[in-house]
């Protein structure tokens, strides 16, 4: 390996209880990026509540009690950020509050950008603009209405819609399973009465993460946290677990029927092995010479010999050890194109695959390991799913993991991939122009 | 012999260099300091609207199916000794392509053995190779390939939108084209058209990131295959100012309505200055950001949401408009409240400070697209194909000023241009 590659400083440190704070500082970027992100167990109970949280923060702070005000404080801070989303990661619900914008030094007036977001992203979290000790009446509504819309968006995305409904039957008895907004119904039935509560819970009881970035001091933004969670006082800490089915029992085949030109095909797949795994590496290595370059077996061999798609790709989703593998295809083909994926499956099982494609599976991987530190985003999600892990590893650690990683140990965890669900979404058969 | 010449930026405290090969091809290289990363794009001004051309050697024009740009681009990948992923696999890098409206662009990113794999673009870019048999395995490839995107609102709404908007322009025809037109598609067809648009004089190189162009231009001599400069005239039918209809709607399986509403404006064969295109970026951000008056009307209203609703000037080779899109419960309010603000903007004139905000807004977002080596490369070869320069752009947003944006007003966002297009959830 060229070794002519810098390392990715982290610093790491704690700030209270189950708050951690970590910060890259690289002068090579000019913008910075902030983000605090809460984790908590998915439960069908909260999911909701929770989910609506982050969004109804970022809208307002007492300082900002106006969405435009806000908004025009960020264009005047040169087009800065301040937004939120949820994600899931394994079992746990990751609710984020984002603050970026450029640096200093690329002010036209020589003001401090870092700064003002560093204190923007506090005020937003820790003081909402209350009202009788409420969230506002107009931004809950706004924020519910909001919240619904997202859900249905999804829905239009096709490929995505497939990819949820097959990871939703697959896990229908684990957390995993819920979608991380809620559902429309439980988002309707909230009441803005109980999100004072569920906002102290986050700030009191949730796993925090706290992550600065980029070419700023993150001293100043530690400081910020520090005093904010020294004024709360004490914390507890729920812990976030997330479950591992080692084997699929059975296959569950599932078929929708949608008014749509291509039909959708979703493999899922359990690997029993997740990111704490030590076999995690030779997975996510299997996986990549399965269907994850243009080189693998599925590209290869499901689009390029038998044409029967655009894309067929396989993913690893290693915090809860699932594999899924996507593909669009005429309804016609659809068992064709299944057969043919668990054929290559096999082929790999049988070690069925030369020592160029290892080789080009784990250049391709580390190619994506290094180039990490090129961005800020890819930074951030690396360091957040590492959190989870049992060590923290930097991402030039992965790829020299990655790079050991045998013939053998493929093969051994390709023998322990089960089939566990087979989702179709299937056109009407109408052929449209 | 190579021309080279250093430009550089103190606001941005970068630098990249131009170089007019021997060969005819214009490259740019961005070095990036302790970048791990390099990303090429080695571009053709060749895009799916380029269905009519004539070369200055030729005294016949050529027209060709549609949708061929990008069946080529995915035929050019092989080559007679295998394809070009193979290649690539022996240096780890991450490798694509794109077609669009006016120009396809083949591209790597890769953190080790950049020049072999910058090796591997400039060979298989350079070196077609098409046969009746490969040509036919690619039909059912991009056949799935145009499913995919006929089940997609978003790609749906925006065609239906052009569609509405022009009347004979190309840009109303789909990038990929249809499942009719490609199966016209032949080798032959293939090689004229790669004959007459894949000449160095209408290519550009740029490369971003953790690279040196002393080596980028070793490798471009030994490489390099140099090209006649032959003219290109590209034939459009004459497009008539005013729209085709006002309003069309389709009805696809979505769970809530979207839309977008498009604003024709003139254009003709040559471009818009850089000064004119940040003009509108302000005025656009000054009309409908998340801090503009409108936005905030139309959120109260519930008739937008945060996630969906978004602008864009969409300008290029004899088109330009400005197109806003989202989701919403009733399109044609919208569109209405958009008119009227803007009828409001015409007739108060802009606010000052609104102008001084979104100016630092537009600005800021620049500048923050200096951090990703992809944004570089492939914005320089866009701008290359305008003829504007990246440096220069930046700093045309920062000299902006009020009355200049609020002239943009006089052939901008005329009500008169104006169409919906509209996407409804299938009826139950």
């Known amino acids: 390996m060229e070794m002519n590659n810098r390392m990715t400083e982290i610093e790491q440190r704690s700030v209270c209880d189950g708050v951690n704070f970590r910060s890259v500082r690289d002068t090579k970027f000019k913008t910075v990026r902030m983000s605090v992100n809460f984790l908590l167990p998915l439960k069908e109970q909260t999911v909701a509540s929770n989910a609506i949280l982050p969004f109804l923060l970022s809208r307002a702070s007492r300082e900002y009690p106006d969405f435009t005000k806000l908004g025009e404080r960020l264009a005047e801070l040169y087009g800065a950020d301040l937004s939120a989303d949820v994600q899931k990661i394994g079992d746990v619900q990751m609710l984020s509050l984002y603050a970026s914008g450029i640096a200093d030094r690329y002010t036209l007036k020589g003001e401090s950008t870092s700064t003002e977001l560093s204190r923007l992203l506090c005020s937003v979290m820790f003081d909402p603009p209350f009202e009788d000790g409420l969230f506002p009446k107009e931004g809950f509504e706004q924020e519910q209405r909001q919240t619904i819309e997202m859900i249905d968006s999804e829905f239009n995305d096709k490929r995505t819609y497939a990819r949820q409904r097959c990871e939703e039957i697959m896990c229908?008895?684990?957390?995993?399973?819920?979608?991380?907004?809620?559902s429309k119904e439980d988002i309707k039935n909230l009441e803005r009465e109980e999100l004072t509560d569920v906002w102290r819970y986050l700030i009191q009881n949730a796993r925090i993460e706290i992550m600065v970035l980029g070419d700023c001091d993150p001293q100043p933004v530690f400081d910020g946290f520090y005093h904010a969670f020294q004024k709360l006082g004490k914390r507890s800490t729920e812990s976030c677990q997330t479950t591992n089915v080692k084997k699929a029992d059975q296959v569950n085949d599932f078929t929708e029927k949608m008014d749509i030109a291509q039909s959708?095909?979703?493999?899922?797949?359990?690997?029993?092995?997740?990111?704490?795994?030590?076999?995690?590496?030779?997975?996510?290595?299997?996986?990549?010479?399965?269907?994850?370059?243009?080189?693998?077996?599925?590209?290869?061999?499901?689009?390029?010999?038998?044409?029967?798609?655009?894309?067929?790709s396989a993913l690893y989703i290693s915090m809860k050890g699932i594999m899924l593998v996507q593909s669009g295809v005429e309804t016609?083909?659809?068992?064709?194109?299944?057969?043919?994926?668990?054929?290559?499956?096999?082929?790999?099982?049988?070690g069925n695959f030369s020592d160029?494609?290892?080789?080009?599976?784990?250049?391709?991987?580390?190619?994506?390991?290094?180039?990490?530190?090129?961005?800020?985003?890819?930074?951030?999600?690396?360091?957040?799913?590492?959190?989870f892990a049992n060590y923290v590893k930097r991402p030039e650690e992965a790829a020299a993991l990655i790079s050991s990683v045998t013939r053998q140990q493929i093969i051994d965890v390709a023998n322990n991939i089960t089939l566990d669900t087979v989702y179709r979404l299937v056109g009407n058969g109408v052929e449209e122009e | 012999m190579n021309v080279m010449k250093e430009i550089k930026s103190t606001r941005i405290g970068d630098r990249y260099f131009e170089i007019s090969h021997s060969s005819g091809l214009k490259i740019f290289v961005y070095p990036k300091e302790n970048y791990s990363s390099t990303y090429a794009v080695f571009g053709t001004k060749y895009g799916s609207i380029d269905t009519c051309f004539k070369t200055s050697e030729e005294t016949e024009p050529n027209c060709v199916p549609n949708g061929i740009a990008h069946y080529l681009e995915h035929k050019l990948f092989e080559s007679e000794d295998g394809d070009a992923f193979a290649r690539y696999a022996k240096t780890g890098a991450s490798a694509n392509a794109y077609t669009s409206f006016d120009k396809t662009c083949y591209l790597f990113s890769c953190s080790e053995k950049v020049y072999e794999s910058l090796e591997i673009l400039l060979d298989f870019v350079q070196s077609p190779y098409f046969t009746e048999q490969t040509v036919q395995k690619e039909q059912g490839i991009i056949g799935q390939e145009i499913r995919m995107y006929d089940d997609d609102p978003q790609w749906r709404v925006m065609f239906n939108l052009l569609r509405a908007m022009y009347h004979k322009h190309p840009v109303r025809i789909d990038i990929a084209g249809t499942v009719e037109s490609i199966a016209e598609i032949t080798p032959e067809l293939l090689y004229k058209c790669y004959h007459t648009f894949y000449n160095l004089n209408n290519m550009v190189l740029c490369v971003a990131?953790?690279?040196?162009?002393?080596?980028?231009?070793?490798?471009?001599?030994?490489?390099?295959?140099p090209s006649k400069d032959v003219g290109i005239d590209r034939i459009f039918e004459g497009e008539p100012d005013g729209i085709v209809e006002s309003r069309v709607e389709q009805r696809l399986s979505v769970a809530a309505p979207i839309f977008q509403l498009g604003f024709k404006e003139k254009a003709g064969k040559s471009r818009l200055s850089a000064r004119e295109i940040a003009d509108t970026e302000i005025l656009l951000e000054m009309l409908a950001s998340d801090a503009s008056p409108l936005f905030r009307r139309l959120l109260d209203a519930g008739l937008i949401n945060q996630s969906s609703?978004?602008?864009?000037?969409?300008?290029?080779?004899?088109?330009?408009?400005?197109?806003?899109?989202?989701?919403?419960?009733d399109p044609d309010a919208v569109a209405e409240e958009i008119k009227k603000?803007?009828?409001?903007?015409?007739?108060?004139?802009?606010?000052?400070?609104?102008?001084?905000r979104s100016k630092k807004a537009v600005y800021g977002r620049m500048v923050s697209s200096f951090n990703s080596v992809d944004n570089i490369a492939n914005t320089m070869a866009s701008l290359a194909f305008t003829g504007h320069e990246l440096f220069n752009y930046i700093d045309t947003i920062a000299s902006?000023?009020?009355?200049?944006?609020?002239?943009r007003l006089n052939f901008q966002l005329r009500p008169e241009y104006c169409a919906l297009s509209v996407v409804r959830p299938v009826e139950a």
């Open chain 1, 264 to 312: 959708k095909l979703v493999l899922g797949f359990r690997t029993g092995v997740s990111l704490q795994d030590e076999q995690a590496e030779a997975v996510k290595l299997m996986v990549a010479l399965f269907g994850g370059t243009p080189n693998s077996k599925l590209f290869l061999n499901v689009r390029e010999k038998l044409s029967l798609c655009y894309y067929c």
């Open chain 1, 356 to 387: 160029d494609e290892i080789n080009a599976a784990k250049l391709s991987m580390c190619n994506n390991y290094r180039s990490l530190s090129d961005s800020l985003g890819g930074l951030e999600a690396w360091y957040l799913s590492q959190t």
């Open chain 2, 400 to 407: 902006a000023e009020l009355q200049s944006v609020q002239n």
């Open chain 2, 309 to 329: 609703f978004s602008y864009e000037y969409f300008e290029g080779p004899g088109y330009a408009s400005v197109i806003f899109s989202g989701e919403s419960k």
């Open chain 2, 341 to 356: 603000e803007i009828a409001g903007m015409r007739e108060h004139g802009l606010d000052p400070a609104a102008f001084e």
């Open chain 1, 172 to 182: 229908k008895n684990e957390p995993y399973g819920i979608n991380r907004y809620g």
């Open chain 1, 332 to 350: 016609k083909n659809i068992e064709k194109a299944k057969d043919e994926i668990l054929f290559q499956l096999d082929e790999i099982k049988k």
């Open chain 2, 209 to 225: 990131g953790n690279v040196d162009v002393y080596k980028v231009l070793e490798l471009c001599d030994k490489m390099l295959k």
